[in-house]
């Protein structure tokens, strides 16, 4: 089986301080590891995702994460917060032949204190 | 644009009244899903469809029905909606070979 789980519901940073959302899954094969982002009253936008190869992976507005094996964790990072980053963040992950079996966390509310 | 188009954004109804919300994707993906996002829980798959004529259960299918006719359509069903079943849906579809998950801006529901 495999579960997602992020830990802390609501994170609150400094405009210009570093971001980190942490995610760490359990998995029986090798996953496919990606992050969303959920803006007010929208729908999910990937940020970025992991599939094979680099375990660095960059993603949009400035965000990357970094596949860890041993510790089977993809925390996501952004060196410097802006307003704008204000949102809803979802890590999940996948079997890399199941497209049908997405599973989620359970989200992280980040909040960018100006 | 590449895109999966939900309709209604928005949606109150009582209990008992049988609604639709459709969804629709113009990239001519075969995998399709329909899940729904409640606070402190994620999103939760409720069912998904591989092709036309093919679909399956997620993990909170009770309560709602799916069809797949055209590939481009996958409508889910509330046949009795009750108040349990007021959250935020989200379609999403995807290839069989792609990596991730496209998703429509969802439908707000409300069952008094």
């Known amino acids: 089986a495999q579960s997602v789980t992020q830990l802390g519901s609501h994170v609150s940073v400094s405009e210009g301080a570093l971001v980190l959302l942490r995610c760490n899954y359990s998995?029986?094969?090798?996953?496919?590891l990606f992050w969303y982002v959920q803006y007010p009253n929208q729908g999910l936008q990937l940020l970025l995702k992991?599939?094979?190869?680099?375990?660095l992976v960059k993603g949009i507005n400035g965000f990357e994460a970094e596949f860890k094996k041993s510790e089977t964790s993809f925390h996501l990072t952004k060196p410097s917060a802006h307003m704008s980053d204000a949102a809803e963040y979802f890590c999940a992950v996948r079997r890399a032949m199941e497209a049908n079996n997405l599973f989620f966390g359970t989200g992280t509310r980040l909040t960018v204190i100006p | 644009e590449a895109q999966v188009t939900q309709n209604p954004r928005y949606l109150i109804t009582v209990t008992g009244k049988k609604l639709t919300v459709t969804c629709s994707q113009n990239?001519?993906?075969?995998?399709m899903s329909w899940y729904r996002q409640d606070p402190g829980l994620g999103l939760r798959q409720i069912y998904y469809?591989?092709?036309?004529?093919?679909?399956d259960k997620g993990d909170v299918p009770e309560g709602y029905k799916v069809s797949r006719k055209e590939k481009r359509n996958f409508p889910l069903i509330l046949e009795s909606p009750s108040p349990n079943q007021t959250s935020l849906y989200f379609c999403?579809?995807?290839?069989?070979?792609?990596?991730?998950?496209?998703f429509g801006q969802g439908t707000r529901l409300t069952v008094v």
């Open positions: 990239m001519n993906h075969e995998y």
């Open positions: 469809s591989m092709n036309v004529e093919v679909t």
């Open positions: 999403a579809s995807t290839t069989s070979v792609g990596h991730e998950a496209f």
């Open positions: 992991y599939t094979t190869g680099a375990t």
């Open positions: 998995s029986s094969v090798p996953p496919y």
